[in-house]
C-alpha cells in the first residue's frame, strides 16, 4: 500500500496585476480635459522619475503623468481640438524607464451647431418722393405794333398806334430784366443772304430754343442759365416783305424783320440822262442841217 504524497507549491507574497487604463471622464468634445490613471503599471525601484506620457491614437502626445513602483499613477490630458468624432485610443506610455503601457478608449462627440436667427426686421417704410410738376411761364404776347430791333450800336424800339394802352418795353428794360421775354433781331431790315442774329430773354433756365419763320426752323440754340439766349437766323427761302420771327422755348417770342430787295432806280435814272442827252445833241445837228439847206 502506497502512501500519500503531498505536493506544495510556493506562492509569490504578492502577485502584480495586469495594466489597466482608466479615464475621466471618457466622453467628451475636441478641446476638453481629461484625467487618466492606472494599476498595473510597475516602474522598477532604482527609477528616479517614473513619468508617462499620454498618446492620443498612438502617435500624439496630448498630455502626461507620473507612476510608482507599487503600479499606480495619474495624470492629464487634453482631447486635440481636430478630433473627430467617435472613438479614439488613448494610450500612457513611460517614457523615463522600462515599464508596461496600458490603453483605453475615449468617445468624442461634437455637439451640435446652434444658429441664431438674426430677429426680423421690417423695412422701412418709404413714401414715394413727391414731384411738383415745372413751372411753366405762359407766353408772352406783345401788343400788336410793338416792334423791337436793334443794329450794331443802336437799339430802335418802333410804336405803331394801337387801341391798347399798354406801354411796350423798351429793348433796355428786355435785356435787364430776363422777365419780360423779348426777341431782338439785330437788323429791321434785310436783303436775301444777309445774316440776321436774334437774340432773346425770359426763356427757361436750359431751355431748347427753336426759332421759326414761314413754317420752317431758322435757327436753334439753348437759353442760359439766365434764360437768355442767342442765335444766327439762317432763311433757307424768303421773299419781299415783313416776316415775323419766332422763339418757342416753353414761352413764345415774337419779332419782325423787313426783306426788301435791291432797286435799280438810281442806275436807270442815269442812263435815260445820258440817252436823252445824246438825242438832243443829234436833234440840233439835224436841226443845223436843215437850217443850211434853206439858205
Not at 510608482?68 to 467617435?86: C, M, Q
Not at 483605453?104 to 411738383?132: C, D, G, L, S, Y
Request: aromatic fraction near 4%; proline fraction near 11%.
Amino acid at each position: 500500500m502506497m502512501a500519500g504524497v503531498t505536493v506544495l507549491v510556493a506562492t509569490p507574497a504578492s502577485a502584480q496585476q495586469p495594466p489597466a487604463l482608466s479615464l475621466s471622464p471618457n466622453v467628451g468634445a475636441p478641446g476638453s480635459g481629461f484625467k487618466v490613471s492606472w494599476t498595473g503599471i510597475y516602474f522598477p525601484r532604482t527609477c528616479e522619475f517614473p513619468q508617462v506620457r499620454v498618446l492620443w491614437d498612438g502617435k500624439t502626445v496630448v498630455g502626461s503623468g507620473s507612476g510608482n513602483s507599487g503600479g499606480t499613477g495619474s495624470g492629464s490630458a487634453t482631447v486635440p481640438a481636430n478630433a473627430t468624432e467617435g472613438g479614439h485610443r488613448v494610450t500612457v506610455q513611460p517614457t523615463s524607464c522600462q515599464a508596461s503601457s496600458a490603453s483605453n478608449t475615449f468617445t468624442v462627440r461634437i455637439p451640435p451647431v446652434t444658429t441664431t436667427k438674426p430677429p426680423t426686421t421690417q423695412p422701412p417704410v418709404t413714401n414715394p418722393p413727391v414731384t411738383n410738376p415745372p413751372v411753366t411761364n405762359p407766353p408772352v404776347t406783345r401788343p400788336p405794333g410793338v416792334t423791337t430791333t436793334t443794329t450794331p450800336g443802336t437799339t430802335t424800339t418802333t410804336t405803331t398806334p394801337s387801341s391798347s394802352s399798354e406801354t411796350p418795353p423798351s429793348s433796355t428794360d428786355a435785356l435787364t430784366n430776363p422777365d419780360d421775354g423779348v426777341l431782338i433781331l439785330d437788323k429791321e431790315n434785310i436783303q436775301p443772304g444777309d445774316d440776321l442774329t436774334a437774340t432773346g430773354t425770359g426763356c427757361p433756365k436750359g431751355a431748347n430754343v427753336t426759332l421759326k419763320s414761314l413754317g420752317q426752323d431758322v435757327g436753334k440754340t439753348t437759353a442760359d442759365e439766365n434764360g437768355t439766349f442767342r442765335s444766327p437766323v439762317k432763311f433757307s427761302s424768303i421773299e419781299p416783305g415783313r416776316h415775323k420771327v419766332r422763339a418757342e422755348c416753353g414761352i413764345v417770342l415774337v419779332g419782325n424783320v423787313d426783306v426788301t430787295l435791291s432797286s435799280s432806280s438810281g442806275g436807270t435814272t442815269s442812263t435815260l440822262v445820258v440817252l436823252l442827252f445824246f438825242l438832243l445833241v443829234g436833234a440840233a445837228m439835224l436841226r443845223r442841217q436843215f437850217s443850211g439847206l434853206r439858205r
